[in-house]
C-alpha cells in the first residue's frame, strides 16, 4: 500500500522574538503566575473570586498593552 501522507518540512521560524515561547516550563510558570496572582488580589483585598479574577485579567490586559505601546 502506498504512502498517503505528505512529509512537510516545518517553516523557519521567521519572528526570533516568539522562540522562547517553546522553552520547557514557560507556560506552567505564566499559569501559575497568574493562579498566584489572584491569590494575591483575593488576600489584599478582600474580594470575591470573580472580583479578584476581573481586576488580575485587567492588570494582565494593562500590563501587555502598555508593552506593546512602548
Known sequence: ???LYVKAV??????RNTEWFMYPGVW???ILFLFFS?????SIFGSSPGMAWTIV??????GFY?????
Not at 516545518?10 to 519572528?15: E, G, I, Q, V, Y
Not at 485579567?57 to 494593562?62: E, G, M, P, S, Y
Open 10 to 15: 516545518p517553516p523557519a521560524d521567521l519572528n
Open 28 to 30: 506552567t510558570t505564566y
Open 57 to 62: 485579567n485587567l492588570a494582565h490586559f494593562l
Open 1 to 3: 500500500m502506498p504512502n
Open 38 to 42: 489572584w491569590l494575591l488580589v483575593l
Open 66 to 70: 502598555i508593552e506593546q505601546c512602548h
